[in-house]
């Protein structure tokens, strides 16, 4: 007899997570699944590099060692199942090893890995076609400079390897939401049909996918889980089969469970709301309410589905041009000017030596100095600090560029202004620039497989239509507020959460109470996330915000583009990846009604 209620625990959020998760998830005695989130696109590159050194590699070992061989016998012995997409660019190898291991422990677990991602060795093929970069309509760079190349897949064939007997399933990439809603549509049965269910199952996975992010972590409130982050629990998803999903921990762990803090996961690293495109479906969250039931239980849903598209996203990394920098510190009278005077100073050696070498001048520089409020642009108080923590960083077409610099930077120790110290030892090294190139796929093109216990199974991903955001009914932005007459800052009327995609960011805020809401969406434009974040957007950039309504989650989701340096490893800032711009923005000022702001007081 099915269950009702299907227990899904999240037990990472990226290669190189607590490895105690699992256990801790094992514990609670009553999960059903335990899925594991460990692939971004540089993690792409670095298994890519990884298994050009050795055909056995390419994958996320850890997960063979850490989280799966200490606790095979008790998987086996709960009747937990497992997925994951930890098999990187070589699934296969994931999966051989996973099975050597549970042949040592003298277990039956049935392994299966999905394939059909992987594009690398079609990249000759790719550069000939008719191919443009889906955001900035750029041309692929030269096949030979790429690292990896791979379509995100989705949920079905998960579903499928579980139908047919599975314990564990690994795969290749797929969309990191997938893992969960692989095992509701293999639990309730769920069809390419069933949109509006597929959409919640997304969003459930959407919820947990970056583990304790959901529990506490990252969170705007963060003096209310401070004091127990070392012990803090892993989410767990209760999906029931009409799609709507309770997310809990396990219970004596660290964190929360809040409307608060499911939320800002939920707003996490999406752009439009209402078109979440994901290989099974395409979802809109603008609708999803949050229920607090009780302590460390919220009840997500309202979520709805399109079509699955006909087109799978394919994200590409490639080396380009080299980095480097070290940071510094300085502490006295001035310690910002003398800071800066220095790198300027570096640079400029740098340069000269440059210009005898016949090399190229960098392609880009930063300076950013810690302590004296370089992150918030035009909006930094002026006043003198006596500490700072110093970045410089730079790019350049040859390593032997960024290797200038870092010598000249550590040759003029002797010659700085007075205030420098430092912990770390060693002088730095150049590493590659790995950018993104993203781009889409016919569905139809891209035949993917399962294989287990030796046979290769087939799986028809084809169907698929084609999607107009253009189409999408918005939910209308109110006027404005008649009674707006005290300043507040935003922190106080909501929470807030940043992340990146690529060269893009995106900011979530979400009102504490749904009566502050319409004084948020009245003062908080995309003209004043714009000029808050001016010294981070290029120049070049025509429309960097747009600015997306959630009504039944009391919430602004914002999209910022062209704003992180290019996002990840090509960039050389502090924050290549935003996770910092909800902070800038929580201290915007908000006009509120008079018994607003006392109530606040």
Not at 103 to 122: N, P, R
Not at 124 to 132: F, H, V, Y
Not at 231 to 247: K, L, N, Q, R
Not at 346 to 364: H, I, Q
Request: aromatic share 8%.
């Amino acid at each position: 007899m099915t269950k009702t209620t299907l227990r899904i625990g999240g037990a990472s959020g990226f290669w190189g997570d607590a490895s105690g998760a699992t256990a801790q998830l094992l514990a609670d005695g009553d999960i059903d699944f335990i899925v594991y989130d460990y692939l971004a696109e540089i993690t792409m590159s670095i298994m890519a590099r990884a298994r050009l050194k050795d055909p056995g590699q390419g994958y996320a070992r850890d997960f063979v060692s850490a989280a799966m061989a200490p606790n095979l016998a008790r998987i086996a012995a709960q009747g937990v199942r497992i997925v994951s997409n930890a098999g990187g660019v070589n699934p296969e190898a994931c999966a051989a090893a996973l099975r050597a291991e549970i042949e040592k422990q003298s277990l039956d677990l049935k392994v299966a890995c999905v394939l059909g991602d992987d594009l690398f060795s079609q990249k000759e093929q790719l550069a000939k076609a008719d191919i443009a970069e889906m955001f900035s309509g750029g041309e692929m760079p030269d096949p030979e400079r790429f690292l990896s190349i791979n379509a995100y897949l989705g949920a079905f064939p998960i579903a499928e390897a579980l139908n047919r007997g599975a314990d564990i399933v690994v795969t290749g990439r797929c969309v990191d939401s997938a893992v969960t809603l692989g095992a509701c549509i293999h639990h309730f049965d769920w069809t390419r049909q069933d949109h509006d269910l597929l959409a919640m199952g997304s969003l459930a996975g959407h919820v947990i996918e970056c583990g304790p992010q959901a529990t506490g972590g990252n969170f705007t409130d963060w003096r209310e889980v401070a004091a127990d982050i070392d012990t803090v629990g892993y989410p767990i998803a209760e999906v029931s089969a009409d799609g709507s999903f309770i997310c809990t921990k396990p219970d004596n762990t660290g964190g929360q469970v809040s409307i608060g803090t499911v939320s800002e996961q939920m707003l996490y690293e999406i752009g439009d709301p209402q078109a979440y495109i994901l290989p099974d479906v395409v979802c809109d969250f603008s609708q999803v309410t949050l229920e607090q039931l009780g302590e460390d239980r919220v009840r997500l849903q309202g979520a709805t589905g399109l079509p699955a598209p006909d087109t799978y996203k394919v994200c590409a990394t490639y080396a380009d041009q080299f980095r480097g920098g070290t940071v510094m510190t300085f502490y006295g009278r001035d310690a910002a000017d003398r800071a800066r005077a220095l790198c300027e100073a570096a640079l400029r050696a740098a340069r000269k030596l440059l210009n005898a070498y016949g090399l190229p001048d960098y392609s880009e520089t930063s300076i950013e100095v810690i302590g004296a409020e370089s992150h918030y642009g035009a909006f930094a108080a002026r006043t003198p600090v006596r500490e700072v923590a110093v970045k410089l960083a730079v790019k350049h077409a040859d390593a032997a560029g960024v290797g200038i610099l870092l010598k000249e930077m550590i040759g003029l120790g002797l010659a700085t202004p007075p205030g420098l110290c430092g912990f770390q030892g060693g002088r730095p090294k150049p590493s590659p620039v790995v950018r993104l190139y993203s781009f889409l796929h016919s569905r139809a093109d891209l035949p993917v497989t399962i294989e287990m216990d030796g046979e290769i199974i087939s799986c028809d991903e084809s169907a698929g239509e084609h999607f107009d955001a253009a189409a999408i009914q918005r939910p209308g932005f109110k006027s404005g507020v008649t009674d707006a007459s005290v300043e507040v800052d935003l922190i106080d009327l909501a929470w807030a959460r940043s992340g990146d995609k690529g060269d893009k960011a995106n900011i979530g805020v979400i009102a504490r109470k749904p009566e502050y809401f319409p004084y948020i969406e009245a003062s908080l434009s995309a003209d004043v996330v714009q000029q808050r974040l001016a010294h981070f957007i290029d120049e070049n950039c025509a429309e960097p915000v747009e600015r997306y309504l959630l009504p039944g989650s009391n919430a602004i989701n914002f999209l910022i583009h062209d704003v992180l340096g290019g996002g990840g490893v090509a960039s050389i800032r502090s924050d290549p990846q935003a996770k910092g711009y909800s902070q800038l923005i929580l201290e915007c000022p908000v006009k509120v009604s008079k018994a607003i702001a006392e109530s606040l007081s």
